[in-house]
C-alpha cells in the first residue's frame, strides 16, 4: 500500500466515523423533535376535546344526579347540557375517526380513545334510563365517571413525553390537576345525588369521603410541588379565595358532622353552601388545569424547536470540522510526501551521482570533498530521522569504499613492487639470452632452443606488464620519435609466441607518437596472442591497419571456432568494465580482455569484438586521430615491407636465426619495488659491434626476422621451390587434422571456464 493511501485511509476512517456519528445523533434528534411536534399537534388536536368532553360529562353528570334525587331542574337546563355533550361527543368522534391522518395519537391514547367511543355509545342509553329512573342512580353516575376516567387515561397517555424525561416529568401535574378535578366533581355529584333530604347511602358516602382525601392529597403531593411560579400564585389566588375556604368548612364539616342512619348517612345542613360555592371556584380550577396544559404543550413546542437547531448546528458543526480535518490531511499529506519526494530526489541523486563520483575519485586516490556528502543534521521528526540515517549510511558506505580503495592502492604498490622485481629478473634473463645467442649463435640447434627461450621470457615480461596494468601503473615508453604502422605491428607481433601465424598489412602514410608506443603494441599483443591460441594452430591470423574518419583502424581476425552472440556480449562488457580483484581471481586465466580495455581506456581507444566474415573473431581497434603523425621518409632508411609472408609454421620450428623475432628493449633492474606507475621498459644504447679496444662486449642491435643471421649462414640465399603437389604423407595429414583437433578442443575448453 502506498504512503499517500495510508495517509488517506488514517484520515477518512476517523471522518467517515465522525460523520456516521453525527448522522446517528441528527437522525436521533430529528426523531425525538418530530415526536414532540406529533404530540404538540395531538395535543392541540386530541387535548382540548378531550377536555371539553370531561368538563361537558361532568356537568352533566351532576345536573342527571341531581335530577335523579329530586333537585329541580328545569328541562331545558338539562337539554341544553346534553346537546353541549354531544357536540363535544361529535368532535371526539371526528377526532378518533381521523387517525389515518397527518398527526396520529401517540402511545396508548389511540386504544383509550377507542374505548371513550365505544363507552359513549351507551350515552343515549344511559340517559334514557335517567329520565325514566330505570335501575338505580348509582349505575348512571358510574357510567358517566367511568368514560370520564377513560378520557382522563387518554390524556395521560397522549402527555407520557416517553422520548423526553424533563417534558414527561412536566406532564406529571398536568394529569394530576385533571384527575383531582376529577375527584373534585365526584364528590360535587355525591353531594348532588344526597339531594334536598342529604341523605346518602353508605356506598355513596365513602365515595364520597374517597373523594375528597384523594384531591387533596393530589394537591399536596403531585400538583403543588410541580408548580411553575406563575401556577403557584394562580393555585394561591384559588385556595384564598372565599369560595375555596367554603368548600373545605363544607368538606371538614361533612366528616365530621355527619350521622348516620339505617339507611345511609345523613349530611349535615352546612352542604346547603357547596353549590354556590363549587359554582364560584369551579372556573379558576378549570383556568388552573387549562393553563398547565398550554405550558406542557409551549414547553414541547419549544424543547422540538430547540432540538431541531442543535440538529442543524451539530450539522454545521461537524460539516465545517470535516472541512477542517480534510484540510488539514491534504495539507499534511501534501507536505509529507513532498518532503518525502525531495528526499527520494536527493537519495537517488547522491545514489546515481554523488556516490559514483566520490568512489571513482578514491579509487584514482584522490581527496573527496565532505561537503558534497549528505550531512547528519540531527532532526526530530520521521522524516529528518530517515534523512539522517540515509546520511550515516552513505557515510558509512563513503568510508568502506575509502578503506577498500587505500587497500587497493597498497595492493597495488605491492603488486608493483613484486611486479619489478619479477621484470628485473626477466630483463637479466633477456640479456643472458643474448649474450648466449652471441656466444653460441654458431651452433644452430642451441640458437633454436635460444629463441625459444628468448620467446616464452618475451611473454613473461608480457604477463608482468599486465599485472602493472591491472594493478593501476603505467608501462613506460623508450621511444623518442614516431614509429611506422608497420613497424608497430611488427614489434607487437614480435611479442607473441607463434608470431610466425602472424600475417600483417599496414600503411606507411602514418605514424604513431612515441609516448604511446608501448601502450598500443602492448594492447596489439594481447589480441594478436588471443588470436593464434583461440585459433587453429596451422591458420593464418591477419592485422590490418587503415586510415579510418575518426582516426586508425586496426583489425585483426582469426579462423577460430564460432563464438555466441551472448559470448561476444559478454566479452566486450570485459573490454568496457573496470572489474574488482574477485573478477579478476574468477578469471586469472582470461585477463587479457581486462588488459585490453584498460589500455584502450588510457589511449581513449575503442576496441570490439565481433564475428569476422571467415567464422572465426575479429578484432577492431580504433585509435584516436591524436595519436597519429605523418610518416617522415628518410633516405638512409629503406623500408621495410607491411606484409612479410613467411614459411608455414611449425610446432617444432628448426632451429634458425632468421626466426628471431623484434623484441622491445630489456627492462632496466631496480633494487627495491617503487611507486606507481613502474618503468619496465627502458631503451638501451645500441652500439654497433666494432673493433675498438675498450674492451666492452657489443650490444645486441634490434633484430628483424630473416636479418640476424649468423656468420655460417650467410650467402645467398636459394631460390626457394615450386611448391607444386603436395607430398605429404597419409600419416602426416592425420596428424595435421589431430593437431587441429586438438587446438579446437582447447579453445572450447578455455570458453567452457569463462561461463559463469
Not at 224 to 229: M, N, R
Not at 363 to 384: K, N, S
Not at 480 to 499: G, I, K, N, T, Y
Amino acid at each position: 500500500m502506498r504512503l499517500r493511501t495510508m495517509l488517506v485511509c488514517l484520515a477518512v476512517v476517523p471522518t467517515v466515523a465522525m460523520a456516521a456519528q453525527v448522522t446517528v445523533t441528527a437522525q436521533r434528534l430529528l426523531a425525538q423533535s418530530e415526536h414532540l411536534r406529533t404530540d404538540v399537534e395531538a395535543g392541540e388536536r386530541i387535548g382540548v376535546p378531550l377536555v371539553g368532553l370531561m368538563t361537558q360529562l361532568q356537568a352533566e353528570r351532576v345536573m342527571t344526579a341531581a335530577r335523579w334525587a329530586g333537585t329541580s331542574v328545569a328541562d331545558d337546563d338539562l337539554r341544553e347540557k346534553r346537546a353541549a355533550t354531544d357536540r363535544a361527543v361529535a368532535e371526539i368522534r371526528q377526532v378518533s375517526g381521523s387517525s389515518s391522518g397527518t398527526a396520529e395519537p401517540s402511545g396508548q391514547s389511540g386504544g383509550h380513545l377507542d374505548e371513550v367511543g365505544a363507552r359513549l355509545d351507551q350515552l343515549t342509553a344511559f340517559r334514557k334510563r335517567a329520565d325514566a329512573h330505570s335501575g338505580s342512580a348509582e349505575q348512571v353516575v358510574d357510567y358517566y365517571t367511568g368514560v370520564i376516567d377513560d378520557s382522563i387515561r387518554a390524556y395521560q397517555d397522549e402527555f407520557s413525553h416517553a422520548q423526553d424525561a424533563e417534558l414527561s416529568q412536566e406532564s406529571r401535574p398536568a394529569v394530576a390537576l385533571f384527575s383531582a378535578a376529577e375527584m373534585v366533581a365526584r364528590e360535587d355529584t355525591l353531594l348532588a345525588l344526597a339531594g334536598p333530604s342529604k341523605d346518602l347511602a353508605s356506598t355513596g358516602f365513602a365515595e364520597l369521603l374517597d373523594a375528597l382525601g384523594t384531591h387533596r392529597y393530589l394537591y399536596d403531593t403531585w400538583i403543588v410541588p410541580y408548580l411553575s411560579p406563575a401556577e403557584q400564585a394562580s393555585y394561591d389566588k384559588l385556595t384564598a379565595s372565599d369560595a375555596w375556604r367554603t368548600k373545605i368548612r363544607i368538606e371538614n364539616a361533612v366528616v365530621s358532622n355527619h350521622q348516620d342512619t339505617p339507611s345511609g348517612v345523613k349530611l349535615p345542613a352546612d352542604v346547603a353552601g357547596w353549590r354556590a360555592a363549587h359554582d364560584a371556584f369551579a372556573p379558576q380550577l378549570a383556568a388552573l388545569n387549562a393553563d398547565r396544559s398550554r405550558s406542557v404543550l409551549a414547553h414541547a413546542d419549544a424543547k422540538a424547536s430547540e432540538l431541531e437547531t442543535e440538529v442543524y448546528w451539530l450539522v454545521g458543526g461537524s460539516g465545517g470540522t470535516l472541512l477542517l480535518v480534510t484540510g488539514v490531511v491534504v495539507l499534511t499529506t501534501r507536505s509529507v510526501l513532498r518532503r518525502l519526494n525531495r528526499l527520494h530526489t536527493r537519495t537517488v541523486a547522491i545514489a546515481e551521482q554523488t556516490l559514483p563520483e566520490v568512489v571513482a575519485r578514491l579509487q584514482r586516490g584522490q581527496a573527496v570533498d565532505a561537503e558534497a556528502l549528505p550531512a547528519v543534521g540531527g532532526h526530530q521528526d520521521e522524516v529528518g530521522r530517515i534523512s539522517d540515517a540515509f546520511a550515516r549510511v552513505v557515510a558509512v558506505s563513503v568510508e568502506g569504499h575509502r578503506e577498500l580503495a587505500a587497500e587497493r592502492h597498497g595492493f597495488g604498490l605491492f603488486a608493483s613492487g613484486i611486479a619489478s622485481r619479477t621484470g628485473n629478473l626477466v630483463s637479466r634473463q633477456l640479456s643472458l639470452t643474448e649474450d648466449l645467442q652471441d656466444a653460441f649463435g654458431h651452433d644452430e640447434t642451441l640458437l633454436a632452443q635460444l629463441m625459444r627461450s628468448d620467446q616464452l621470457t618475451v611473454g613473461m615480461r608480457r604477463q608482468i606488464e599486465n599485472l602493472l596494468i591491472l594493478a593501476g601503473g603505467e608501462i613506460p615508453d623508450p621511444h623518442s620519435e614516431p614509429m611506422r604502422l608497420a613497424d608497430l605491428l611488427r614489434e607487437a607481433a614480435a611479442e607473441v609466441e607463434d608470431f610466425r601465424r602472424i600475417e600483417r598489412h599496414a600503411l606507411d602514410e602514418a605514424s604513431v607518437q612515441p609516448h604511446v608506443i608501448s601502450q598500443i603494441s602492448h594492447l596489439l599483443a594481447e589480441l594478436l596472442d588471443n588470436a593464434t591460441r583461440f585459433s587453429p594452430p596451422r591458420s593464418k591470423v591477419v592485422v590490418r591497419a587503415e586510415l579510418a574518419a575518426d582516426g586508425l583502424s586496426i583489425e585483426i581476425e582469426d579462423r577460430g571456432p564460432r563464438v555466441a552472440a551472448a559470448g561476444y556480449e559478454e566479452m566486450n562488457r570485459r573490454l568496457h568494465t573496470a572489474p574488482p580483484y574477485s573478477v579478476l581471481a574468477e578469471n586469472a586465466h582470461r585477463l587479457g580482455l581486462f588488459v585490453v580495455g584498460h589500455l584502450a581506456d588510457q589511449l581513449q581507444a575503442r576496441v570490439t569484438l565481433r564475428r569476422s566474415v571467415y567464422g572465426g573473431t575479429a578484432a577492431v581497434v580504433i585509435l584516436p586521430g591524436e595519436l597519429l603523425v605523418p610518416t617522415e621518409r628518410k633516405g638512409e632508411r629503406e623500408p621495410v615491407p607491411a606484409a612479410e609472408p613467411g614459411p608455414a609454421p611449425d610446432r617444432n620450428p628448426e632451429p634458425a636465426t632468421a626466426l628471431t623475432p623484434v623484441r622491445a628493449p630489456a627492462p632496466e633492474v631496480r633494487p627495491a619495488p617503487a611507486p606507481m606507475p613502474v618503468r619496465l621498459r627502458t631503451e638501451r644504447a645500441p652500439s654497433a659491434r666494432s673493433g675498438s679496444g675498450d674492451g666492452a662486449r657489443p650490444a645486441l642491435p634490434e633484430r628483424v626476422p630473416q636479418t640476424h643471421l649468423t656468420r655460417q649462414l650467410r650467402g645467398p640465399r636459394a631460390p626457394e621451390p615450386d611448391a607444386g603437389r603436395d607430398a605429404a604423407t597419409p600419416e602426416e595429414v592425420a596428424d595435421a587434422w589431430a593437431d587441429y583437433e586438438e587446438g579446437t578442443q582447447k579453445v572450447e575448453a578455455e570458453l567452457r571456464q569463462d561461463q559463469p
